[in-house]
C-alpha cells in the first residue's frame, strides 16, 4: 500500500459528497465588496468612468456571489455538513471496484 493511498481513498461519489467552504467564500465575498466599493469611489473621484464601471460591474458580481452563498449557509446542514460529518462514504473493508 502506497502512503498516499491512506491519506487520499477514494470512493467514486465525491461529486455527491463534496463540501463548498461557504465561510471561507463569505470572507472572501467580502473582501472584494470591499476593494470593489473603495476602487468604485477612487475611480470616480479621480474621473475615470471606465475603470469606476469596471469596479461597479465586479461590485455586483460580489453582491450575487454573497446572496447565493448567504443562501446556501441558510439552508442548513444538508448543503453545509457540520465537521463531525465525514467527506464521503467511510470504507467497508471490501475489495475495490476494480478488485485492487
Known amino acids: 500500500m502506497l502512503v498516499g493511498e491512506a491519506i487520499a481513498m477514494r470512493t467514486g ?19 472584494g465588496m470591499a ?37 446556501h449557509i441558510h439552508q442548513g446542514p444538508h448543503y453545509q455538513p457540520g465537521r463531525n460529518v465525514p467527506p464521503y462514504e467511510p470504507d467497508h473493508g471490501g475489495r475495490g471496484r476494480y478488485g485492487q
Open 13 to 31: 461519489n465525491e461529486p455527491m459528497t463534496a463540501r463548498s467552504p461557504l465561510r471561507l467564500r463569505l470572507c472572501l465575498s467580502l473582501w
Open 35 to 71: 476593494w470593489a466599493v473603495f476602487g468604485l469611489t477612487a475611480f470616480s473621484l479621480v474621473d475615470r468612468p471606465g475603470w469606476a464601471v469596471a469596479c461597479g460591474l465586479l461590485l455586483l458580481l460580489t453582491l450575487v456571489d454573497l446572496v447565493v452563498i448567504v443562501h
